[in-house]
C-alpha cells in the first residue's frame, strides 16, 4: 500500500527508530509498503521506515535502472542494519523524498559492508560501493533520525534549491 | 502578505543585521530570503521580507532610514519580484579558481549568459599569496540543454583563460 510520505518539519524524522529483531507479520507490511510507496515515486532510489511514518529500523533500496550504477544488487530491505565496515571519502549530491524542495553536498564513505536482517529474519551481510553505498548510508541516516542537512558541511555553501518538476 | 526587498551596504561594524531585522520584526514583517557578507570592509544585505498588505515601501523606508543612519549604510527598498528566471533547465555549480587576473568573472558570466544559463548565486573572492581567485556560480540551465555540451564549453573557455573549471549537476535521483 503507498502511504503518506513524512516531510520535515515532522519530528518523526529527527527521532531514532526501534530494532526490529524477528521480523513478524506487520513488518512483513511495512516491507510491502515501503516498496509501494518507494515506486510510487519517480527516479527514487530508496526509503526508510520513518519516511512513512513507522518507527522501526527498516529500509528499502533499489538502485536498479540507476545510471550511476552499474551493477545493482536486486532490490533489497534490510532490517535491523549496521555498518561494519566503511572506506573512503567522496561528497555527494543527494536529494531526499522527505525534503523534496533541496539538494545537498553530503559526504559518505565509498565501500562499505553491512550486516542486516532480511525479511525471512536471517542476518545477512552486503558489501558495495559508490552510489548504492550512498544510498544505503542515507537510510541508515533515517532510522537515527538523521537528515541530509544534518550532514552538511555548511548550510550556506552545501544546499540547494530543488527545481519544482 | 506581500514581499519587499531590501539591501543594505556600509562599512563594517557589529550589530547591522540585528538592528534591521529588528526594526522589520516590529513592522510584523515575515524574513524571506536573506543572504548578507563581508566582502573585505564592507557588509552588505540583501532581505527579501514578507509584510502585511497594508505596509508600503514608504513606510518600510521610514522603520530603517534611522538605523541606516545610526550605521552608515545605504540603503534601497523595492517590491519585490515574484516571477521565475526563464530558465527551468536543470541546475548546477560551475566551480572555478586559478591565478588572479581581471576578467574570469566576466568571461565565464559572458559564457554562461550567451547559453542562456540564468545564475542564481555567485560568489568570488582573491585568497592567498601568490593571490588565486576562486569563483562559485550555481546557474539554472535552459529547458533542453545538454549539460555536457555546457561542460566542453566551459572547459574550452577554462583552457583559454588559464584557470580549472569544474561542472557538478544536480542530484536527480531521491533517497
Ligand atoms: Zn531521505
Redesign the pocket.
Known sequence: MVRDVVRYPDRRLKTPAASIGTPGPADLRLAEDLRDTAQSYPRTV???AP?IGAMWRMAYVDCGQHKKVADPHPPFWLIDPEVTSADGQEVGR?G????PEITANVRRATEITVDYTDLQGERKQITTAGFEARVIL??I??LDGV??LDRVSSLLLDVFPRKRR | MREIAITAVGADRPGIVSAITGALLEMGGNLADVRAALLRGSFAIVLVVSVPDDVSEDSVKDVLDPVAEEFGLGLWIGGADEAGNGADGESCVISVYGADRPGIVNAFSRLLSEQAANIVDLSSRVVGDPPIYVLGIAATMPAGMDPEALRQKLSKLAEATGVECSLSLDADE??
Do not use: F, P
Open positions: 530508496g526509503i526508510a519516511q543527494e531526499c523524498l522527505s525534503l542515507h537510510e541516516d533515517h537528515l541530509i | 531521491i533517497i
